[in-house]
Every structure is written in C-alpha cells, then in structure tokens.
C-alpha cells in the first residue's frame, strides 16, 4: 500500500519560504506522477506543481517562478520550494502520486502566509 507523507509546512510571513517534503513508500509500480496540490478553505483543490514521466513539470500559473518542484528518486521523496510567499498561498498542501493504476493522496500539511 503505497503511503505518502508530507513535512515542512507551517507558519511564515509573506515574502518568506518554505520547503515540503513528501516520503513515499510502498511503491510497486512505475510512477506516473507525483507532485503537490493545495487547498485553501472554501475552494476546490487545485494542482500547484507535479513531475510527471519523462521528468516533465507543470505548475499553476500563480505559483510559476516561485516554487520548484523536484524529485529525489533514490529517497522516493518529492520536495516543494515555496519562494516569496503570498497570503494567496495559505493552504493545506497534499502530496499526490500516480502510478498508472491508483491515485493517492497524503494526508495534508497547513502553510500559513501572514502579512
């Protein structure tokens, strides 16, 4: 079963940093995806950045020259760098993987942006 879980969120002020972690494990299968998604309160969950085959990004175009996503494949750990933070990017974060069978999901981490 696979497993995902997230680190590193927290409270930081605007304009500061921050930088996820997620540890997968249980892995069997080839990974399809795997990457971040956020969710703020009262709105639906949105893709920030994921790493898909072929090591190809996407990101949100909010997040766009201020996270980077990257992936270390011998740790099975997917990161985040959050840089110049906004209020806008209060949420709680979700790992997210594909494996070309399943999706699957952490279980969240707050980041919380104050001016």
């Known amino acids: 079963q696979v497993q995902l879980v997230e680190s590193g969120g927290g409270l930081v002020q605007a304009g500061g940093s921050l930088r996820l972690s997620c540890a997968a494990s249980?892995?069997?299968?080839?990974?399809?995806?795997i990457g971040w998604y956020r969710q703020a309160p009262g709105k639906q969950r949105e893709l920030v950045a994921v790493?898909?085959?072929?090591?190809?990004?996407n990101y949100a175009d909010s997040v766009k020259g201020r996270f980077t996503i990257s992936r270390d494949n011998a740790k099975n750990t997917v990161y985040l760098q959050m840089n110049s933070l906004k209020n806008e990017d209060t949420a709680v974060y979700y790992c997210?993987?594909?494996?070309?069978?399943?999706?699957?999901w952490g279980q969240g981490t707050q980041v919380t942006v104050s001016s």
């Open positions: 249980g892995i069997t299968y080839t990974i399809k995806e």
């Open positions: 997210y993987l594909n494996d070309w069978r399943n999706s699957y």
């Open positions: 790493i898909r085959t072929a090591r190809t990004t």
